[in-house]
């Protein structure tokens, strides 16, 4: 089976521009969560859906920062307009809702220089 | 004090030895623990998972968990080179599903 798909592998921009990260979870599952990852701050959530509904969205560092998950089956994060201090390692998990028991499985990232 | 607190290393040790890693956490409701092995420049993937207190082993893998304590512990036997990769431990109060909170990570390098 296919894991989580992330695109792009690798994002460099200039400061100001928009954007936009892609997730494409586990077939089936119906948890999704995007994460950060820095040097300093280790591993933070950002944001996870259930059934596609938003359900905690507290690590979302500024509404420069949008996520959406307009089906089961994709979910995109959105950074408007971008910043330097925004450079870092951003992953998407996905996992079985209610299933105490299941892990979330994670892709392998997309790196964003933001220059 | 964070939630979760990882020393981060680097931890380096020869081919064979037994390695130990750990973690302390203060949030008392947190009552799945996870340990996620990550390579470089990929995602983590899951190695260990526990619930409660108590011991769970998987090949050379032995996780601990201490709930008395809030520490928690992977012991890798017989640590080979394909072992070095940085290791996070995760907890959550609800379960591998829902929201976790990770410890920062150990870098372990395995020298053959």
């Known amino acids: 089976d296919a894991g989580v798909i992330q695109s792009p592998r690798h994002e460099v921009t200039e400061m100001g521009q928009e954007v936009t990260l892609r997730c494409k979870p586990i077939?089936?599952?119906?948890?999704l969560f995007w994460y950060r990852q820095t040097m300093m701050r280790g591993l933070e959530l950002l944001i996870y859906f259930n059934n596609n509904v938003p359900i905690d969205d507290s690590g979302m560092p500024e509404d420069r920062f949008s996520a959406k998950m307009p089906n089961a089956s994709f979910s995109t994060l959105k950074i408007q307009p971008s910043e330097p201090r925004d450079s870092a390692v951003y992953f998407c998990a996905s996992s079985l809702l209610g299933a105490s028991n299941q892990p979330q499985h994670f892709g392998d990232g997309t790196r964003l220089s933001i220059l | 004090q964070k939630e979760v607190e990882q020393d981060p290393g680097p931890l380096s040790v020869p081919e064979g030895a037994i390695v130990s890693l750990n973690c302390t956490y203060s949030n008392s409701a947190f009552q799945y623990f996870m340990w996620y092995r990550q390579y470089s420049r990929k995602g983590p993937e899951l190695l260990m998972y526990t619930y409660s207190s108590g011991n769970k082993e998987d090949g050379r893998f032995t996780a601990q968990v201490d709930k008395s304590s809030k520490y928690i512990s992977l012991f890798i036997r017989d640590s080979q080179p394909s072992d070095s990769a940085t290791y996070l431990c995760a907890m959550s109060a609800q379960g591998g599903s829902e929201k976790l909170v990770f410890g920062k990570g150990t870098k372990l390098t395995v020298n053959p």
């Open positions: 077939s089936g599952h119906n948890s």
